[in-house]
């Protein structure tokens, strides 16, 4: 079984194209809905914030012990300092995503067996709260062979389920629903300033991108190429 980012299932699934031992060794691909992988900057940031920036740290969790959970970091002296999920990704992490995972064509895990994500609650505006409650996930079984694993673990008992209306996975998941419309005009933007993308064979994102507003696509393909064009991407 490999369990990774979107990013590594499918760089994964390319080897096994080529390797046809990649299969065997790797019977079940895993992955989660990604939110993209910040720059170091943004974990400092986060510290600074704490008051323990330059400190030495025994520790660091950007969540956990809890759902979301908090970040936290312990000192070597054992100091602890810890901050709400809604702040240090909302705040500090969320800004120092790389320019590459602003442009991921499969940031939900649709080359996996099995894709699972936060199945968040939503607030009064329907934006989901982020505040600390019962844990609760998204899984989704993304092939006949995912969705096998996952019938026998139900079976077995090892899993509880309760199935799901597509509309609800927009409500718990916005950011990702969202960036999924946008890909297209993101990296359409890229090609025409000659920019390289990645590969997206089979991702449905004509599909996401018709389903987006004609207004925000417009807006994300000039956004885009102005932030390529002075280098702030």
């Known amino acids: 079984m490999f369990i990774g980012k ?11 194209e080529i390797d046809p031992r990649i299969a065997s060794a790797f019977p079940y691909r ?9 720059s170091f900057a ?3 940031r986060i510290l600074a914030a704490l008051g323990l920036a330059g400190r030495k740290l025994a520790s660091f969790r950007f969540r956990g012990n809890g759902w979301p959970g908090l970040t936290e970091a312990r000192t070597m002296d054992g100091e602890v300092a810890t ?12 800004t120092e995503v790389q320019y590459r995972c602003k442009i991921c064509p499969d940031a939900v895990g649709g080359v996996a067996d099995i894709a699972a994500a936060d199945a968040w609650y939503g607030g009064e505006s329907g934006y ?10 998204l899984v ?11 019938a026998r673990a139900l079976a077995s008992g090892a899993i509880a389920l309760e199935e799901l ?25 890229a090609r025409t300033l000659l920019q390289p993308v990645p590969e997206m064979r089979g991702l449905g994102l004509g599909v996401a ?24 991407r």
């Not at 901050?83 to 969320?94: E, F, T, V």
């Open 6 to 16: 979107p990013c590594d299932v499918s760089a994964l699934a390319a080897l096994g």
């Open 128 to 137: 989901p709260t982020f505040e600390e409650l019962d844990g609760r996930s």
């Open 30 to 38: 895993l992955s989660f809905f990604c939110g993209g992988i910040p």
């Open 209 to 232: 991108a018709r389903q987006g507003k004609i207004a925000e696509t417009i807006r994300n393909y000039f956004g885009s190429l102005r932030r390529i064009i002075v280098g702030r």
């Open 140 to 150: 989704i079984g993304r092939t006949a062979i995912g969705q096998d694993l996952l």
């Open 165 to 189: 209306d597509l509309a609800e996975v927009d409500l718990m998941q916005p950011s990702q629903a969202r960036r999924k419309r946008l890909v297209a005009a993101r990296t359409a933007a």
């Open 83 to 94: 901050m709400r999920y809604a702040d240090s990704w909302g705040r500090y992490l969320s």
């Open 42 to 44: 943004g974990t400092d």
